[in-house]
């Protein structure tokens, strides 16, 4: 992305900011991503859905609306504000620096299932490399992240967390780091309300759409995401090469 992306979301002030993985441009990944979810990282719209027997775009709309909200991504670090101290150009700095320690690396191969009630990609196995990663991301970009507050924490308070995810809250402002953290790529809402044939169409059409992509699917880059008011489409404004770590391996 442009600099001047980062420069127009600094002038209107970007609510929230998010670390990202996500697959390189023009990619069969990144091409896959955006069709399911019916537009790119950069909040360009897509082509029409794939089509499911019995599903219509409305319905298909509303199933895939959270996903869409948030991009084609996995997450490193969940959106959060930047503290008042700090500006965007200050935090682009941060992530070039931390990208700068980091090799790029191949993830582990990515299968099709639930996570949360929800259907998402996950890795067949534990990523070392991945994990360092995130854990930078975490940890090197705590002193920039405004504190949380009361109605952020009740809000996750309300999900059941466990006395360590609790824990992990109060020191990182997120349940699901460090030693919770579980990369995945979401592909959908919550399945709750779903009958089972309707769970069964979804998923045969997501395994259509992703178990055939080429793989290993290679991490390459940071991808920087604003939220530019709350509760707006998060789209990707920075891309940030991964360029150094010499010897670290997935």
Excluded at 131 to 138: H, K, M, P, S, T
Excluded at 171 to 180: C, F, K, N, Q
């Amino acid at each position: 992305m442009s600099e001047c992306d980062l420069n127009a979301l600094e002038a209107m002030g970007a609510y929230r900011w998010a670390v990202y993985f996500s697959p390189a441009p023009h990619s069969p990944w990144a091409r896959a991503g955006a069709r399911w979810l019916g537009r790119d990282v950069d909040g360009e719209a897509c082509g029409p859905p794939p089509r499911i027997a019995g599903w219509s775009v409305p319905a298909w709309s509303r199933v895939t609306a959270a996903p869409r909200r948030y991009g084609w991504h996995g997450t490193l670090r969940a959106p959060w504000r930047l503290a008042q101290q700090f500006d965007p150009a200050e935090l682009l700095l941060a992530l070039k620096r931390i990208a700068e320690e980091f090799a790029p690396f191949d993830l582990p191969r990515l299968h099709l299932g639930e996570l949360g009630g929800f259907l998402a990609l996950q890795l067949v196995q534990p990523c070392a490399a991945l994990q360092a990663l995130a854990d930078a991301c975490v940890v090197r970009l705590q002193p920039m992240a405004a504190p949380l507050t009361a109605a952020e924490r009740d809000r996750y308070a309300a999900r059941g967390l466990s006395a360590g995810q609790q824990a992990l809250l109060h020191e990182w402002g997120y349940p699901y780091v460090r030693e919770e953290f579980c990369f995945h790529m979401t592909l959908t809402d919550r399945l709750d309300g779903l009958s089972s044939p309707q769970r069964a169409e979804l998923r045969a059409a997501a395994a259509a759409s992703f178990e055939t992509l080429p793989q290993p699917l290679h991490f390459d880059a940071l991808s920087l995401f604003a939220e530019p008011q709350p509760g707006a489409a998060l789209r990707r404004v920075a891309r940030i090469a991964l360029n150094g770590g010499a010897g670290r391996e997935a």
